[in-house]
């Protein structure tokens, strides 16, 4: 029963679009050695994030980092029978060991919302949170693909690619925005409409993550389902758009999409190593430096592979509603970008 659990929570974290002849020789022990690293281990989505990563057969080694309580994430988290060998790091001056030798670093260290908020308010904050972590990975394992989940993702991505600028370390195909939360609200209530099973469902997310700058299509979702009304697309859309808020106001002040958020970024971190090991075909959208638009940084497909972002999907052909949502985003992400991109050189 145990071990059919956790075959089926891995085989839910393979991705749907890899060879099944690649996923057999990747699934076993003799995947290649990688260290994952999570920066904010012991939060909300850093505890079940840290168990979804010590359940991922193609981790050979799991640092948890936080500056406070992770020896006891650490220990509870390594007695489970699964490959990665376990550690827990804690405190500025631990920082270095828990980076050394990263592929993969995990970011969800900050503050979450509370009702009220909206994303950016959390950016005096977090800005300087991630600014600090982000000169420790120049510093320590300036080559890792950086997933950030923090808040607000729209600026706390531009500001991790100034510090890496100013490190001279930038590679732009590996500094990724987690954008995977939209994706995966977007399946969930686009099958709960099209009365379709979620497990086939695709729906591409692009723009940023707050707000209208999530800017999910549904016009190219598969299988399309031809019983939505506009109407219903419209609601669908802003559902998806709201989805984050809709978790602060249930939680009632004790913060924002944990569970969820680390199902999509164990999703998203899985995807990254697969990319890193070979699989081909790894397609996942993500926020990240990007010439489809005028923006300097926008969420789409991406194609992952052994350096990271390998391509950077076009947009597709757009509804004229998703073509107006699409205009109607560029001002805010642009301003959020920009204040991301400013805070970084100015202090
Ligand atoms: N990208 C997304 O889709 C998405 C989804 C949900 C939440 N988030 C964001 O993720 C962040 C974390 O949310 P949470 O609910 O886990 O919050 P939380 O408060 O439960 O956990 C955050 C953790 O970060 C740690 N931390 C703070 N400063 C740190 C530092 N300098 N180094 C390392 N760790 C540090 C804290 O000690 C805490 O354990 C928030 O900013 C939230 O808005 C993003
Ligand atoms: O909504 C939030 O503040 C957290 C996260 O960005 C989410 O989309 O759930």
Known sequence: MRTAMLRSIQSSLKNTSSSTLLRRSYSSESAPERKVVILGAAGGIGQPLSLLMKLNPL???????????????????????????????????????????????????????????????????????????????????????????????????????EVFKKAGTYDEKRLFGVTTLDVVRAKTFYAGKAKVPVSGVNVPVVGGHAGITILPLFSQATPQANNL?????????????????????????????????????????????????????????????????ELPFFASKVRLGKNGVEEILGLGSLSDYEKQGLEALLPELKSSIEKGIKFANQS
């Open 229 to 293: 009304s506009d109407e219903e697309i419209v609601a669908l859309t802003k559902r998806t758009q709201d989805g984050g808020t809709e978790v602060v106001e249930a939680k009632a002040g004790k913060g924002s999409a944990t569970l969820s958020m680390a199902y999509a970024g164990a999703i998203f971190a899985d995807a990254c190593l697969k990319g890193l090991n070979g699989v081909p075909d790894v397609v996942e959208c993500s926020f990240v430096q990007s010439n489809i638009t």
């Open 59 to 161: 981790v050979s080694s799991l640092s948890l980092y936080d500056i406070a309580g992770t020896p006891g994430v650490a220990a509870d988290v390594s007695h489970i029978n699964t490959r990665s060998e376990v550690v827990g790091y804690m405190g500025d001056e631990n920082l270095g060991k828990a980076l050394e030798g990263a592929d993969v670093v995990i970011i969800p260290a900050g503050v979450p919302r509370k009702p009220g908020m909206t994303r950016d308010d959390l950016f005096n904050i977090n800005a300087g949170i991630v600014k600090g972590l982000c000169t420790a990975i120049a510093k320590y394992c300036p080559h890792a693909l950086v997933n950030m989940i923090s808040n607000p993702v729209n600026s706390t991505v531009p500001i991790a690619s």
